[in-house]
């Protein structure tokens, strides 16, 4: 399976500020997906980055407030903009098709002040 | 719209029992069904991933079922071990890859 590392682990901002998280796979990948889950929550679906193309968002999510990149097959970028309390959550980006099992990072920890 | 949702919100146990976990979705057309574990403070870790033409898959002592037409997964977990201690999630994929979870099973498993 894909082995897929998460930039910074953990992160504490400002409000107001902005915070990149950077995803690599160690192998190409068709699809990429960033994920949000709030404390206590279950995982909410951000938008499915593919290379090549704009990110698609779901519903509740805006390009505005969540900027993604996806240069290339194997890297991806979600920015959480604009930073309130709200943003504090554990953010994961996965890789996987339709056919084949999703596979997480470790996620990254943001809180803040 | 999809929903998906699990039952019990937690369980504790005492080491060696058998459980089943229980899984239910609204909308049957998915792709499949992917079980997953969540230590605390953690990343997920795939534990099974059961297609929509298939009925159950096993790995070690996970055996995860699936019943499309009903809406329902369970994931049943032989001879239990503290190790096995964490938060069981589910997930649906409908299309394009895209995963609705479940809120989770929070397990622990007492020595």
Redesign the interface.
């Known amino acids: 399976?894909a082995v897929i590392s998460?930039k910074p682990s953990r992160d504490i901002c400002q409000r107001g500020t902005s915070l990149t998280i950077q995803c690599q796979v160690d192998s190409q990948v068709t699809?990429m997906?960033w994920?949000r889950q709030q404390p206590g929550?279950?995982?909410?679906?951000i938008a499915?980055a593919n290379q090549g193309s704009e990110a698609t968002y779901?519903s509740g999510f805006v390009i505005d407030k969540f900027p993604i990149s996806r240069p290339n097959l194997t890297f991806s970028t979600l920015t959480v903009s604009n930073l309130s309390p709200e943003d504090s959550s554990i953010y994961?980006c996965?890789v996987?098709?339709?056919?084949?099992?999703?596979?997480?990072?470790?996620?990254t920890?943001l809180s803040i002040l | 719209k999809q929903e998906v949702t699990q039952i019990p919100a937690a369980l504790s146990v005492p080491e060696g029992e058998n459980l089943v976990l229980n899984c239910s979705f609204t909308d049957s057309a998915i792709y499949n069904l992917q079980w997953f574990r969540q230590d605390p403070g953690k990343g997920l870790t795939s534990l099974l991933l059961i297609q929509s033409s298939q009925r159950e898959q096993t790995s070690g002592r996970l055996n995860a079922s699936l019943d499309k037409s009903s809406g329902r997964s369970t994931l049943y977990i032989a001879a239990s071990q503290p190790g096995d201690s964490a938060t069981y999630l589910c997930a649906v994929n409908n299309q394009g890859g895209k995963l609705i979870f479940g809120q989770g099973t929070e397990l622990s498993v007492k020595p």
Do not use: K
């Open positions: 399976s998460q699809m997906f994920y929550q279950s995982l909410t679906l499915t779901e994961l996965s996987g098709g339709d056919g084949q099992p999703q596979h997480f990072g470790d996620g920890r």
